[in-house]
């Protein structure tokens, strides 16, 4: 029962992660291919403000969900991370990279060194979620099995391709989706414009891989593709087909805080759809949850630990990003910084 109960906080945990973290490399993405100095200025001015709030706060998900995963189910945790532990330190590096290059790129002074932050960002937001989508393939495609030696065809499998390609896709139409609300927030509708277009074409994108990794599914990860088409994971799989119809709607009508929640709604019960047909396992089909959990001791704890989380840390997260999807928070200028020193010297 504990554990059970502990399985379905580690998935809500990595749907949290797959939410915020991916509008965040989403942005990177957009990033990347917004084109020169020139034609890609206004997109990354808004990237620059709309992150700057709450792109360090987004990884407090994946620290909670290693956390779980290590306390609660450390033959889970030792499997995956020796099978694959190419695609994850890789993604590691990346996360690293990418936070090094979004706070370096904006203080430096020299065109270069913006440039090569800027591509050291941008670049390491479209790389991490590939291997972190890769490595999620190799587990549910069951070839983190405990015991199994480190291999590329781990994680370079057909299902683990299209994860991968998955991952890509939905932070790039997840950080197309909020950068559109925040260029109104900014009053930009040239922008508003600009990633309406690109979230409805990463949709599409979306909706076309999903659909084609559910039949690869059937043939590379049988238990998987059987939990997707039915019960509780055949539900998750008809919310996320609803919330995209849903989504796609309100991009069309320009209706920015609601396309936001129903983009999120996308992406959680896709995650919530993947765990739901893993049932009972935590890597099909070698590892159930009950194999794979601690002491019932240390599971014990590990709830009220996420009791207390959810007691005195998920709402403040929360609050945060209230404030600054509302426009409350506003980064501090030049001026501002430059005039705070002089009455500090003062």
């Known amino acids: ?54 792109w360090e706060v987004n990884n407090v998900w994946l620290i909670f969900v290693f956390v779980i995963m290590w306390t609660g189910f450390p033959v889970l945790f030792q499997s995956v991370f020796s099978a694959m532990w190419l695609p994850l330190a890789l993604a590691a590096v990346g996360t690293v990279l990418r936070g090094a290059g979004f706070a370096l790129r904006k203080p430096s002074r020299r065109l270069a060194g913006r440039r ?27 070839r983190a099995a405990p015991g199994t030696e480190p291999s590329a065809e781990a994680w370079s499998n057909p299902t683990s391709m299209l994860f991968g390609l998955l991952a890509v896709t939905t932070t790039a139409f997840l950080g197309a989706v909020f950068l559109a609300a925040d260029a109104r927030r900014f009053d930009a509708p040239d922008l508003d414009g600009y990633f309406r277009r690109r979230a409805l074409v990463a949709l599409a994108a979306v909706a076309v891989l999903a659909v084609i990794t559910l039949f690869v599914t059937h043939g590379d990860a049988p238990h998987v593709w059987h939990g997707l088409t039915h019960g509780v994971g055949l539900v998750f799989v008809v919310i996320a087909a609803l919330a995209t119809a849903a989504t796609a709607w309100l991009l069309l009508r320009a209706s920015a805080a609601w396309s936001r929640v129903a983009a999120v709604g996308v992406v959680a019960s896709a995650v919530l759809a993947w765990g739901m047909a893993q049932r009972p396992y935590l890597i099909p089909t070698s590892l159930t949850v009950a194999e794979g959990a601690g002491a019932p001791t ?49």
């Open 1 to 54: 029962m504990t554990a059970g109960l502990v399985a379905v906080v580690l998935l809500l945990a990595v749907a949290a992660y797959a939410c915020a973290g991916g509008t965040d490399y989403g942005a990177g993405f957009w990033d990347l291919t917004a084109g020169g100095a020139e034609r890609g200025r206004r997109p990354r001015w808004l990237i620059d403000h709309a992150m700057a709030p709450v």
């Open 116 to 142: 090569l932050y800027g591509a050291v960002f941008a670049i390491s937001s479209l790389l991490t979620p590939f291997f972190l989508g890769a490595a999620a393939g190799g587990i549910a495609s069951g």
């Open 298 to 346: 240390t599971l014990r704890w590990l709830m009220l630990v996420s009791l207390v989380a959810v007691v005195l840390v998920f709402p403040a997260v929360a609050l945060l990003y209230w404030l600054d999807t509302h426009g409350e928070l506003e980064a501090l200028s030049d001026a501002d910084l430059r005039s705070s020193g002089a009455r500090d010297e003062g």
